[in-house]
């Protein structure tokens, strides 16, 4: 009975040795389908560098935070120069990813060509722009795009002083305005979308890359309005007051169907040289998968349809296979 009792404990030691070295080989080897939609835990080293739009900024930081509990050894830094200093640095060759909250121009793609910085595009987010003000100016009910034109037009400069000039109903108080510097995104957006070309706006407003900054003044300053990412009024909707225009006020419905007049695009572009990194490629990989993806929503922004995305990764997974 002893020898036989010992046998069968030698076969189930066996049976479980067996059993789990199967399930560590499946374990490893996975399915193809699934690697662009689920994060990868390996060994990883090394360094990770992006720059750009202060708007796109808090979804590459969470995404660099939540990357960076899986691979520890990986150096993530997320900078904010705007969308303009970013693709500067992009196409110097300085970063491996730039942030953008609107499409490359043609000026900045043939500087990064004539450097010889290949790359994709990747649509991973839409926005809408918040127009605030003081939350004292409860008279600023609405705004329509017009009105913001009169508002904001290069032609208002040192001419459209107080609110009543805006509109008539208005109290006749002086304007105060702030916004984002002429390299960010967000100022070429607006400016385009408003006055029907990008930068054209009055140059007689306080503007900062630091979207803080702006809330700071517009929230301690009597008559003051601004415009910025709507992911930053909702991180301090308690110190503004939030303008519909045209009567819509932005959110996942009115941004994702299109009806908020001020909805955009969010982009991060990747270096392909840069996707012979491991770190680098397992990055982009975690920031489109299922785990990564969520925290455009999370940070207050609208994701992207579900076909998009698989598109997205589908160019992603291209674009590693030719620097493999």
Not at 22 to 42: H, I, K, N, P
Not at 73 to 95: I, M, N, P, W, Y
Not at 149 to 174: C, F, K, M, Y
Not at 293 to 313: H, W
Request: aromatic share 8%.
């Amino acid at each position: 009975m002893t020898v036989v009792r010992g046998l069968w404990r030698l076969e189930r030691v066996l049976l479980l040795v067996l059993v789990g070295g199967a399930l560590s080989l499946a374990a490893a080897c996975g399915d193809d389908e699934g690697t662009a939609t689920t994060a990868r835990v390996e060994t990883l080293a090394g360094a990770v560098s992006i720059d750009g739009s202060s708007t796109v900024f808090p979804v590459s930081e969470a995404v660099s935070e939540e990357f960076s509990k899986l691979h520890r050894d990986v150096r993530v830094t997320v900078g904010v120069s705007g969308t303009g200093g970013g693709f500067q640095k992009f196409c110097a060759g300085e970063t491996d990813i730039s942030d953008a909250s609107r499409p490359i121009r043609d000026s900045e793609r043939e500087a990064c060509a004539e450097a010889g910085i290949d790359f994709i595009e990747l649509r991973v987010g839409l926005d809408g722009l918040a127009v605030v003000a003081n939350p004292d100016a409860d008279w600023m009910t609405d705004i329509t795009l017009e009105e913001l034109h009169t508002l904001w037009g290069p032609e208002a400069e040192e001419t459209i002083t107080r609110w009543n000039q805006v509109r008539a109903s208005w109290p006749d108080e002086e304007i105060t305005l702030f916004g984002p510097d002429v390299d960010s995104g967000t100022f070429d957006f607006f400016t385009e979308e408003v006055n029907g070309e990008a930068k054209a706006s009055r140059a007689d407003y306080t503007n900062s890359a630091d979207d803080n900054v702006l809330v700071i003044g517009i929230s301690g300053s009597t008559g003051a309005s601004g415009y910025f990412g709507y992911a930053y009024y909702v991180e301090n909707r308690d110190k503004l007051r939030i303008v519909p225009v045209d009567g819509v006020i932005p959110s996942d419905e009115t941004v994702g169907d299109g009806s908020y007049p001020l909805a955009r695009p969010l982009y991060i572009y990747v270096a392909t040289p840069s996707l012979a990194k491991p770190q680098v490629r397992e990055y982009v990989r975690y920031y489109l998968s299922d785990e990564g993806i969520p925290l455009v929503s999370d940070v207050g922004y609208t994701n992207i349809p579900m076909d998009e995305l698989e598109k997205a990764r589908a160019t992603l997974e291209a674009a590693i296979a030719g620097v493999s």
